[in-house]
């Protein structure tokens, strides 16, 4: 069964997190927000949705390849360690 997206509770009104399927106060202290949602504020809470980031992140930055050296730098190199 589908949980409503908000309920009221005795700390007001709070806003379900599609990610971790919990409960939070709908407010900007709990979640982003995001101007083109119908409440103006993400689905995500903001544990959620840092954790996916910093995840993110590190996924690239270990799938991330170093920048070739381009082959005139490295001609020159060459040129320098030939003379030497």
């Known amino acids: 069964m589908e949980r409503p997206a908000y309920i009221e509770t005795d700390l007001g009104t709070e806003k379900l997190c ?4 919990e409960y939070w106060p709908a407010d900007e202290e709990f979640f982003y927000l995001a101007n083109k ?8 809470c903001k544990s959620c949705y840092l954790e996916w980031k ?3 992140y590190l ?6 390849v170093p920048m ?3 082959a005139l730098v ?4 060459s040129a320098v360690s030939a003379h030497a």
């Open 59 to 64: 996924e690239r930055k270990r799938l991330s």
């Open 74 to 77: 490295q001609a020159a190199a």
């Open 18 to 21: 599609t990610r971790c399927d």
């Open 37 to 44: 949602k119908r409440d103006g504020l993400h689905s995500w």
């Open 68 to 70: 070739p050296v381009p």
């Open 54 to 56: 910093r995840g993110r």
